[in-house]
Each structure stands twice: as structure tokens, then as C-alpha cells.
């Protein structure tokens, strides 16, 4: 009877290690997807993709078949982060450090997802549309909020929110000057305290 349930217990413990690979694969492709389209762009290639997640190209293409379908999971996996930070910059006591946590999460995701903006409705249907408009309407709470509290000045639509934490985002390369690495902060700090209220 003991040696009959180990054998179903071994059996068992076959039949998902599989799954368990699967998913660990899986998210390895993630991973490794946002970290090539963070530096190629989304047109970046299933080779690069695979590299970057030290997984052969077929697991990539056996993970995901179609290449939309892998840029509206990359694009997923970016917008629940930022829908995240956003719900908890609304949730935050202090509204001017909320709005400052989900100004700085915008930057720092534009800076590391090249074409990210240009592309949310051309990946991904429906859940990705409503993601976008989820964390939009996150962006216009916060923002508001700020202001209400008179920690943000008012004369700043929430609209302009997005296009200035791009604007914070320090290219590698500006006239023939190199960014340094200090430089990116810097530049946040310097929006945000021009944001901020009198």
C-alpha cells in the first residue's frame, strides 16, 4: 500500500515538473523580452530575445508562436507594474510622495522601454486598451490629488504628466555631450521640483 502511493506520489510529481519547467521557462522569456525590447525597441528579434533570457530560440517560439502575442505580454507585464505603482501613488497618505513615486515609475519605464508609448494599442487588443485607460484615469486621480492638497501647482493638466516624465528621460547622447550616469536623476529632481506647488 506505502510503496503503491509512493509510486502515485512519484508519478504525480512527474507530471508537473513539466508545468513547473513551463512556467519557469515562460517567465525566463519574459524577462528576457523586456530586457531586449528595454534596448532594441519592440521589433527586436527572437534571437535577441532568447539571448537575453539564456534559453534556446525555440523555447521562445514554443513559449510564444506569435510575435504579438509576446510583445502584448511584455507590454502587459510593464502597464500591471505601472498600474501598481499608480494605485498605490493614489493610495499613498502624503499625496505630493505619491505623485512623485508614480512620476518617477513613468520616467524610469519610458527610459527602459524604447517605443513603449507609440505601440500600446497595436499589441495586445482589448486588455492592453484597458490598462492604458486604467492607469490614465490613476495618473488624473494623483495628479489631482496633488494639487488639491496644493503640493502640485495647478496650472499643470494631468495630460502633461506623461510627456514630462518622458521629457525627464536623459537620451545617451545630446549635441555631441554624453549623459552621465547621474545625469537621469538629476533631471527628475529638477521637473519635480519645478512641479511642485508654492
Request: glycine share 10%.
Amino acid at each position: 500500500m506505502n510503496a503503491r502511493r509512493q509510486a502515485a506520489t512519484s508519478d504525480a510529481a512527474d507530471r508537473k515538473a513539466p508545468r513547473a519547467d513551463a512556467q519557469r521557462n515562460a517567465a525566463l522569456v519574459l524577462a528576457g523580452a523586456r530586457r531586449a525590447v528595454a534596448s532594441k525597441g519592440l521589433d527586436v528579434s527572437y534571437h535577441e530575445i532568447a539571448r537575453e533570457a539564456g534559453v534556446g530560440v525555440g523555447t521562445v517560439y514554443r513559449r510564444f508562436p506569435e510575435r504579438d502575442q509576446l510583445m502584448a505580454a511584455v507590454l502587459r507585464d510593464i502597464l500591471n507594474e505601472l498600474v501598481r505603482t499608480a494605485e498605490a501613488a493614489v493610495e499613498c497618505a502624503d499625496p505630493w510622495e505619491g505623485f512623485t513615486r508614480l512620476f518617477s515609475g513613468l520616467a524610469t519605464r519610458t527610459a527602459e522601454n524604447a517605443g513603449l508609448s507609440g505601440t500600446l494599442d497595436a499589441h495586445g487588443g482589448p486588455d492592453i486598451a484597458a490598462l492604458r485607460h486604467r492607469l490614465l484615469r490613476l495618473i488624473r486621480q494623483a495628479t489631482e490629488r496633488a494639487q488639491q492638497a496644493g503640493t502640485l501647482r495647478g496650472d499643470v493638466d494631468w495630460h502633461d504628466i506623461p510627456f514630462l516624465a518622458q521629457a525627464a528621460v536623459t537620451p545617451g547622447c545630446f549635441l555631441g555631450l554624453p549623459a552621465d550616469p547621474a545625469r537621469g536623476p538629476r533631471t527628475l529632481r529638477v521637473i519635480l521640483d519645478g512641479l511642485r506647488g508654492s
